[in-house]
T-cell receptor, first 119, second 112 residues
Framework: NAGVTQTPKFRILKIGQSMTLQCTQD?????MYWYRQDPGMGLKLIYY???????DKGEVPNGYNVSRSTTEDFPLRLELAAPSQTSVYFC??????????????????FGEGSWLTVV | GQNIDQPTEMTATEGAIVQINCTYQ??????LFWYQQHAGEAPTFLSY??LDGLEEKGRFSSFLSRSKGYSYLLLKELQMKDSASYLC?????????????WGLGTSLAVNP
């Protein structure tokens, strides 16, 4: 299994441009997440999805959009890129986070990360 | 509210033992994770505790005390490759779902 795959690995954007970070997982996980990580700030949840067709905002959703048309894919869209969106982005997935979920279902698996610079 | 604290940086010597502490304040606690993150890489899962006590996994052990809101990650026989950031994350119940809050991470430097 490839696990969680995200692309691109590196990208430089100009202010005002738009782009989509792609994320796909082959573990049949129903939960998927997008995080951003800034130096000294820890992981911040942007959006998450509990299954195909269902998405919800995390802590820092402004400037981003997501969709979940299939179980496998969870792309993150940046509209009108701003310098504040310069960050490392991680896509992640887990089997479930719902009540009654056992240990193995709670583990979150991360993609390798996407380094985005907005200039 | 939900909050996690862990030391920002620690230094240890190769072959030694180091303990990384994590304290948390949360309602609806439902498990605590430890992740390892090397510079420039994604976090990788190390351990999960939901009951009080010690979970041992090779050179790494994790301890949880729910009544004290306290966990630690114990790394034995330190190796240079253990130099990384160690993230503590707490899972809690939020309505019909569970959510996760992440600590800022403890950067561990292992010196020869």
């Amino acid at each position: 299994n490839a696990g969680v795959t995200q692309t691109p690995k590196f990208r430089i954007l100009k202010i005002g441009q738009s782009m989509t970070l792609q994320c796909t997982q082959d573990m049949n996980h129903n939960y998927m997440y997008w995080y951003r990580q800034d130096p000294g700030m820890g992981l911040k949840l942007i959006y998450y999805s509990v299954g195909a067709g269902i998405t919800d905002k995390g802590e820092v959703p402004n400037g981003y959009n997501v969709s979940r048309s299939t179980t496998e894919d969870f792309p993150l869209r940046l509209e009108l890129a701003a310098p504040s969106q310069t960050s490392v982005y991680f896509c992640a997935s887990s089997y479930s986070m719902g009540p009654g979920t056992g240990y193995s279902g709670n583990t979150i698996y991360f993609g390798e990360g996407s380094w985005l610079t907005v200039v | 509210g939900q909050n996690i604290d862990q030391p920002t940086e620690m230094t240890a010597t190769e072959g030694a033992i180091v303990q990384i502490n994590c304290t948390y304040q949360t309602s609806g606690f439902n498990g605590l994770f430890w992740y390892q993150q090397h510079a420039g890489e994604a976090p990788t899962f190390l351990s999960y505790n939901v009951l009080d006590g010690l979970e041992e996994k090779g050179r790494f052990s994790s301890f949880l005390s729910r009544s004290k809101g306290y966990s630690y990650l114990l790394l034995k026989e330190l190796q240079m490759k253990d130099s990384a950031s160690y993230l503590c994350a707490v899972q809690y119940n939020a309505g019909n779902n569970r959510k996760l809050i992440w600590g800022l991470g403890t950067s561990l430097a292992v010196n020869p």
